[in-house]
């Protein structure tokens, strides 16, 4: 059971190119978010997804994009890179609101040049 | 906008003594959740306390809530240094699926 899985872990872009930070859940959870982790900024909910085929707006959605095509995955598209989207991100997924926490992936780090 | 906010910021302790920290938050609630995360590593689920309950307990930890106050602290007793780490509450806001989190408690465990 490899619980929630993000890739690459480290990364490096340069201004205006475009990635997808990948992530995976085995678990058959239904809610899946991703969130960016900045110094002094705790973590920010970016978009998140109550099953495939639906998702939503976090508290920074703007140059992100999101899809869920199955249960299992929810991958992060960055559409043109900027320095100021350098930060951690995290993936996660728990069974529904309420029910349980959320487990988290490991993380990926992002630098922006 | 943060939800959460806990306090203190930062927090230094030694080894054996109990280590508190606060959350407060803005708006109503269906339930609240702490998490740890040690340095460089992804959040772990430690405790989630619904509206309707005032405590709950997981091994040395204790979580109240007060939800007349907007406010929930999170006691860690008899301290380990591996408990060093930081620490964060997260609620959610009902009528979404969202959950946000807080600034979070950086917590140091001194042997």
């Known amino acids: 059971n490899a619980g929630v899985t993000q890739t690459p872990k480290f990364q490096v872009l340069k201004t205006g190119q475009s990635m997808t930070l990948q992530c995976a859940q085995d678990m058959n959870h239904e809610y899946m978010s991703w969130y960016r982790q900045d110094p002094g900024m705790g973590l920010r909910l970016i978009h998140y997804?109550?099953?495939?085929?639906?998702?939503d707006q976090g508290e920074v959605p703007n140059g992100y994009n999101v899809s869920r095509s199955t249960t299992e995955d929810f991958p992060l598209r960055l559409l043109s890179a900027a320095p100021s989207q350098t930060s951690v991100y995290f993936c996660?997924?728990?069974?529904?609101?309420?029910?349980?926490?959320?487990?988290f992936g490991s993380g990926t780090r992002l630098t922006v040049v | 906008s943060q939800q959460g906010e806990e306090d203190p910021q930062a927090l230094s302790i030694q080894e054996g003594e109990n280590a508190t920290m606060n959350c407060s938050y803005k708006?109503?609630?269906?339930?609240l959740q702490w998490y740890r995360q040690n340095s460089g590593r992804g959040l772990v689920h430690l405790i989630l306390i619904r509206s309707n309950e005032r405590e709950k307990h997981s091994g040395r930890l204790r979580v109240t809530l007060d939800t007349s106050k907007k406010s929930s602290s999170l006691l860690i007793t008899a301290s380990r240094a591996a408990d060093t780490a930081s620490y964060f509450c997260a609620t959610d806001r009902p009528g979404t699926y969202k959950y946000i989190f807080g600034t979070g408690t950086r917590l140091k465990v001194l042997a």
């Open positions: 996660a997924s728990s069974r529904g609101q309420g029910r349980d926490g959320y487990t």
């Open positions: 997804s109550v099953g495939a085929g639906i998702t």
């Open positions: 708006t109503s609630i269906n339930n």
